[in-house]
T-cell receptor, first 112, second 111 residues
Framework: GENVEQHPSTLSVQEGDSAVIKCTYS??????FPWYKQELGKRPQLIID?????GEKKDQRIAVTLNKTAKHFSLHITETQPEDSAVYFC???????????FGKGTKLSVKP | NAGVTQTPKFQVLKTGQSMTLQCAQD?????MYWYRQDPGMGLRLIYY???????DKGEVPNGYNVSRLNKREFSLRLESAAPSQTSVYFC??????????FGEGSRLTVL
């Protein structure tokens, strides 16, 4: 089955710096790669996603890159702010119905 | 719109007791899912239902059963709860391969 590895597990940055979180996946048939943000005690919410026919996607301060050959994708957050502090999860699609297999998460702390 | 609604939000069980987590969505989505979240383990797929009338196992199905009652509702049952099933359970729905919409979560403790 699909396996998604996510690194690092914790990340601490100064406000205004950039943060990068990396994920690798095992199933070459995966074609959908979303990123979710989960604040403490809340439900996960989608922040950005990318499909396999695209190499990069941006939404304001957030960008995701995908390298299908190497089976890895990354989340980039620029000009970090304290409200970016949360746990971020990457995921990759598994089977055809849209099931998502998640990485174990990265706890991002942005220090003012 | 309420989105995805889960009940109960909190539950404490004794080992061996049974219970059902209820989930309903009002977005007319075909696909529904049950995940569990444990510290340091991310979200792990228990069961999913690609469409009304179908269910299938995910990554960690042992000890659970599910029922897709209709297009709106997808329940998760623990027949004989074990301490290893202490977790936060999330129900989610989607329209095929795309964004998952999660419920608020159900925190289950098994003593």
């Amino acid at each position: 089955g699909e396996n998604v590895e996510q690194h690092p597990s914790t990340l601490s940055v100064q406000e205004g710096d950039s943060a990068v979180i990396k994920c690798t996946y095992s199933d070459s048939a995966s074609n959908y790669f979303p990123w979710y943000k989960q604040e403490l005690g809340k439900r996960p919410q989608l922040i950005i996603d990318i499909r396999s026919n695209v190499g990069e996607k941006k939404d304001q301060r957030i960008a995701v890159t995908l390298n299908k050959t190497a089976k890895h994708f990354s989340l980039h957050i620029t000009e970090t702010q304290p409200e970016d502090s949360a746990v971020y999860f990457c995921a990759a699609s598994w089977r055809s119905q849209g099931n998502l297999i998640f990485g174990k998460g990265t706890k991002l702390s942005v220090k003012p | 719109n309420a989105g995805v609604t889960q009940t109960p939000k909190f539950q404490v069980l004794k080992t061996g007791q049974s219970m059902t987590l209820q989930c309903a969505q009002d977005m007319n989505h075909n696909s529904m899912y049950w995940y569990r979240q444990d510290p340091g383990m991310g979200l792990r797929l228990i069961y999913y239902s690609a469409s009304e009338g179908t269910t299938d196992k995910g990554e960690v199905p042992n000890g659970y059963n599910v029922s897709r009652l209709n297009k709106r509702e997808f329940s998760l049952r623990l027949e004989s709860a074990a301490p290893s099933q202490t977790s936060v359970y999330f129900c989610a729905s989607s329209e095929g391969p795309g964004e998952l919409f999660f419920g608020e979560g159900s925190r289950l403790t098994v003593l």
